[in-house]
């Protein structure tokens, strides 16, 4: 039975913009999310009785509302708006479908974890400490700039990083992050 589905893919989660792609598969939900780039998730799924006809019909629905605006420069599928809009639209879609059901806890993307291979890099974006992240299956051009909160489970790399690095954050607050030199720098008392 096909799915019918509302995704929230990496590069557009990273930068927090509210921008879904659209589709439908008559496969699993975890399969057709492993096209999709590593860290994206499906934010809605139903269970329907014909995909394409559901596809097209939510796409219907969404190009008649006023708040969504359709990302052609990304694809057919792709619309920028707030979530609950699109999630009204979702609902009366899967309605007039198909029973809309939770998916199995097998098919939930949103809660699998992805093992970190290494960690190679840090940076400061926006006041917040990122590192970039080698996940353990994965090439080397599909690393990520992750914040320190998501390496929870990978604190042995984070430490080893740091060390191999020679320095290390101070949390600043409600802030983020932001660097700490590691050692007051001396200045001569004159350039003579």
Known sequence: MPFLYVAHLREFRRHQENVWKIGYTDRTLQQRLRGYPKGSLAVHSACVSDGRAA??????????????????????????????????????????????????????????????????????????????????????????WEPRAHLSNAQRLLRAYLRRSGGGFAPDGAHGMRLRPRKPVRRPDSLC
């Open 55 to 144: 596809e097209a019909h939510l796409i219907k629905l969404l190009d008649a509302m006023p708040e969504v605006a359709k990302r052609r420069d990304l694809g057919r599928e792709y619309y920028e708006a707030p979530l609950s809009a699109v999630y009204g639209a979702f609902c009366a879609v899967g309605a007039r479908y198909g029973a809309s059901m939770p998916l199995p806890e097998q098919e939930r993307e949103q809660d699998q974890e992805y093992e970190v291979q290494d960690i190679v890099g840090r940076r400061v974006r926006g006041g917040r400490e990122e590192f970039k992240v080698l996940w353990r299956g994965y090439s080397e051009r599909e690393a990520t």
